[in-house]
């Protein structure tokens, strides 16, 4: 599989990142299962956070880890400090990361995220505290979800300033379909203008909802309206010509408009790593697929709907 590099973590990451933030003890076989088969094609790194479950993610996740011995060559990215309903600061970030640490089982954290931000805190005891769980040996590296590129480069810049490790990577969503408003509270969507940031700064995004949360399946149309949140995000006339315009792209290339979508997230100018929700094996395969999708930059543009011919 393809891999994009995080210098802060010394090693190559995936593309393709899969997504645990539903994993229960109730569902773990299929959990595992999905690991295994996104392992045995080369995927190296998971998504999951304290908020999910209470934890309960994190152990199933931390389960499997233990299970297949796998933690030496498969990265977890961990997430804290979700601002609400949690505590933000120095201080969370140290406890969110022990809490972490016990649910997953593991004595490190290979990469840990900010889930929210609190723009009232200073940056600079943010960033101390991370150097100071680096140099523990807790965690890897460190970056943040759901931030502004503008608090992002304030933070990297306090840290080239003081010698100290910066934000390795950020993660908002990044997907072909716009949302029309936050699916979550205090969550952030990369405009172009932040994926140029990104690309000028060299700092990999890592895309959640690199699909828009099922928006370009088969039965996607405005008649749809089973699932309120969609409606509320996605649904726009705008969306639905991306969609027309995935699935005709997608018939052409014999693929599916949801990969053609994926493919679309991958070809950024900026590196990016995409998350993904797949819940059966088949889902796993598709996504993997979608990596040998070539777009033309015009097909990217007219995709975006940033021009009228491909």
């Known amino acids: 599989m393809d891999t994009v590099r995080i210098p802060e973590l010394k090693r ?35 998504d999951t956070g304290r908020i999910y479950g209470d934890g309960e993610a994190e152990q199933t996740l931390g389960r499997w880890l233990a299970d297949r011995d796998a933690h030496a060559d498969f990265m977890v990215l961990d997430k804290g400090c979700h ?30 995220l900010f889930h929210r931000d609190k723009p009232s805190h200073p940056v600079g005891p943010l960033i101390d505290a991370l150097n100071e769980e680096v140099a523990r040996g807790r965690i890897r590296a460190f970056g943040c979800s ?28 990044l997907a072909l379909a716009t949302p029309r408003e936050p699916y979550w509270t205090g969550c952030t ?23 828009a949360a099922g928006f ?7 008649e749809n309206t089973r699932d309120p ?15 027309r315009r995935a699935r005709e792209l997608a018939s052409e290339k014999g693929a599916s408009a949801v990969q053609i979508a994926l493919a679309w997230t991958l070809h950024q100018p900026a590196p990016v790593v995409a998350l993904v929700g797949p819940h059966t094996i088949g889902e796993v395969d598709s996504c993997v697929a979608a990596l040998e999708i070539k777009l033309t930059q015009a097909e990217v543009d007219w995709l975006a709907l940033r021009r009228d011919d491909r």
């Open 216 to 222: 370009f399946r088969d039965d996607s149309s405005p």
């Open 189 to 211: 969507h990369a405009t172009e203008e932040d994926v140029a940031w990104h690309a000028r700064a060299g700092v990999p995004i890592i895309a959640w909802s690199s699909q």
């Open 83 to 112: 601002h609400p309903p949690h505590d933000f600061g120095p201080q969370a970030i140290h406890d969110d990361i022990s809490r972490g640490l016990d649910c997953l089982g593991v004595d490190y954290i290979d990469l840990w």
């Open 229 to 243: 949140n969609l409606v509320r995000v996605y649904h726009s006339p705008e969306n639905f010509e991306k969609l």
């Open 12 to 46: 190559d990451v995936s593309r393709l990142g899969l997504g645990g933030a539903w994993f229960r003890a109730e569902n773990q076989d299929l959990a595992f299962s999905l690991l295994d088969r996104f392992r045995e094609l080369g995927g190296n790194i998971v």
């Open 146 to 173: 759901n931030w502004s590129t503008a608090r992002l480069a304030e933070a990297n810049e306090y840290a080239r300033a003081n010698g100290l490790m910066g934000m390795a990577v950020a993660s908002p969503n």
